[in-house]
């Protein structure tokens, strides 16, 4: 059941896919040693008396004799009103299931947050360094932030790709506060507000890195605009920036920072190019060499050596005029003014111009401030349909969080069903007998209740966490049923046992303890994780632990009800056949 987990890829994939091989590893070791070390074990550590007959302690009988007479007696007298009870609980939770919203990981809880300020293009880095001073005192007056750091502008090797213009804060948080994190982090963003000509969205550290991994942009949600003609990309995210800010926990959508500067454009006319003899591409290395420089010798101090660069004075790169008069060479020797093969005047352009997959993009970036991330997406997804109409030859492509989610369903999904088709041969071949493989999965949605029941009260989300969780309740339940429908048919061919009542009443109080036990020592391990809630750390491990424990609970007390419900309800002819066909159940 664990292998869909490791078809993952990416990020969750490197998340869960350790989870899944610890796993199965330690189950392969377990049978290993229940098929080695325990029997020999028990043949020096229990060795009974001759005159001792062996007996229950008085928890098992106390035990056994309280379940005989309350929910084994109810699910064999009326069987039906158990199933119906049963299928109530299953809708219930389908139901409770379709409500609770839905996230690509759980929550982190970091111990400090990622500030990402944004300022106009062009800003000098002088004055987003004014900016960024007073941003950090104001965010020292908090009294919950114990310390401000800050990194302006782009690395050289940096790992994000970002503007110059933008600043990244990382703020620590006193170890003891007495308001909640919600509403520091709220007074932290409306403090950013305050500053004038800035944009500012809020997310923690990991959370940030990972939304880069997934989108190449840091943030959960990027809405990527592809098109040919920039200032239509720009209108379009613009558009869907405004759509976005109008959704509650959208409220931070940003545009990505591409605006037009001023530019001193030198436009060559070919055709008068041509006939004075100058050909576009040596006047191109000419005019590149005299505005940017170009070394042309190498100066000798001591040990020390200068390079030699020449360029134009800085009032010639920046006067139309005077570079209009620029005498240039021709091929044939002559020179003649600039202005006579080029066009040469003030104009705007685009600071960056930012491709993907050789097509131009526009990217609007969103953290969203709500737990329900697909609500939010979805929710945005049918508001831009209805009010945006795209041109020709655009497109729009939802990434980040929201599509790593999709692809993870899709990939469990599918490696689910076919590992369930799997498993659907290996029970036939072991119960010969397909009535059998349809009631071991019976108690799976039955076991399922629970984990979704305490998922809600406890974390009202669903997460890649929780479906890891899911499946590991499926694989537990499933186990349990086949103890006790295997034990069933044993008792019918070993032990002179009919199919009556007695016989289902018996096979179930002798697995009782065995069920129990499993169940009591997997939730008692479970805990400590169950517990760390607030934990930093636990975000991972603690929703599978709390699907597991709740489908543990109904996996055990419902699955000991329904199974021998259904079985001694429906399954006399199917358990007399696998009994006649001596399959492998009934050894």
């Known amino acids: 059941m664990l292998l869909p987990l490791m078809a993952l890829s990416g990020v969750e994939g490197r998340l869960f896919t350790p989870i899944a091989v610890a796993t199965i590893v330690s189950m392969a070791a377990s049978f290993l040693v229940s098929l080695t070390v325990i029997p020999v074990l028990s043949s020096y550590l229990l060795k009974p008396k001759a005159d ?8 098992e009988r106390g035990l056994k004799k309280l379940f005989n007479a309350t929910w084994l007696r109810l699910s064999l007298s009326q069987p039906f009103l158990v199933l119906f009870a049963s299928g109530a609980l299953v809708v219930l939770a389908g139901i409770s299931f379709s409500k609770m919203g839905g996230n690509f990981l759980p929550a982190f809880r970091e111990p400090t947050v990622l500030v990402a300020m944004t300022t106009a293009p062009g800003t000098s880095p002088k004055q987003t360094r004014d900016l960024a001073d007073t941003a950090q005192d104001l965010l020292l007056k908090i009294p919950e932030v114990e310390t401000v750091g800050y990194r302006l502008g782009r690395a050289e090797r940096g790992d994000h790709v970002v503007p110059v213009s933008t600043v990244e804060f990382d703020l620590e948080f006193t170890r003891e506060t007495e308001r909640e994190r919600s509403e520091i982090i709220a007074e932290i963003r409306a403090t950013m507000q305050t500053i004038p000509g800035t944009f500012s969205a809020l997310s923690g550290p990991l959370a940030d890195r990972i939304g880069h991994m997934l989108s190449g942009v840091s943030a959960k949600v990027a809405i990527k605009v592809f098109g040919p003609d920039l200032d239509e990309l720009r209108r379009i995210g613009t558009d869907i920036a405004k759509i976005a800010r109008e959704i509650p926990g959208m409220e931070e959508a940003r545009v990505e920072q591409q605006a037009p500067i001023p530019q001193l454009r030198i436009e060559i006319d070919r055709k008068r190019a041509m006939a004075y003899g100058v050909t576009p591409g040596a006047l191109n290395a000419e005019l590149s060499a005299l505005m940017g420089g170009e070394a042309v010798s190498e100066i000798y101090e001591g040990q020390r050596v200068y390079d030699l660069v020449i360029r134009l004075p800085q009032e010639w790169r920046e006067s139309p005029q005077k570079l209009s008069q620029l005498y240039i060479d021709t091929q044939s020797g002559q020179r003649i003014p600039l202005n006579y093969v080029a066009d040469i005047r003030h104009a705007t352009g685009p600071n960056n111009i930012l491709r993907e997959n050789t097509v131009r993009r526009f990217v609007v970036s969103i953290n969203p401030t709500v737990d329900d991330l697909n609500a939010a997406v979805e929710t945005l997804q049918r508001e831009v349909a209805e009010r945006i109409q795209l041109p020709e030859g655009y ?34 071949s072991y119960f010969r007998n397909f009535a059998f493989v349809l009631l071991v999965f019976t108690i799976v949605p039955i076991s399922l209740v629970g984990s979704i029941f305490l998922t809600e009260i406890t ?45 289902v009443e018996r096979g179930t109080q002798e697995r009782l303890i065995p069920i129990l036990m499993t169940a009591i020592s997997a939730g008692l391990a479970l805990v400590p994780l169950l517990l760390a809630t607030e934990e930093p750390g636990k975000e991972i491990l603690n929703p599978i632990a709390v699907v597991i424990v709740g489908g543990l609970v109904t996996s055990t007390l419902l699955g000991l009800g329904v199974t021998p419900a259904i079985f001694y309800t429906f399954c006399r002819k199917s358990a007399e056949t696998s009994v006649k066909r001596k399959s492998a159940a009934s050894e």
């Not at 007959?53 to 928890?59: L, R």
């Not at 999709?406 to 659907?424: D, E, F, N």
């Not at 669903?462 to 086949?482: D, E, H, K, M, Q």
């Not at 295997?486 to 009556?500: A, D, V």
């Open 52 to 59: 001792q007959k062996h007996a229950d302690g008085i928890i």
């Open 395 to 428: 497109t729009l492509s939802y990434e980040g969080e929201y599509e790593a989610q999709a692809k993870a369903k899709r990939t469990i999904l599918i490696t689910s069903a076919i590992v369930l088709l799997v498993i659907s041969f290996l029970l036939y």
């Open 459 to 503: 974390l009202n989300n669903i997460s890649i966490a929780t479906l890891v969780g899911f499946i590991a309740v499926s694989g537990i339940s499933a186990r349990n049923n086949i103890m006790l429908i295997s034990h069933y048919l044993h008792l019918m061919r070993h032990e002179g046992e009919q199919f009556t009542r007695k016989m």
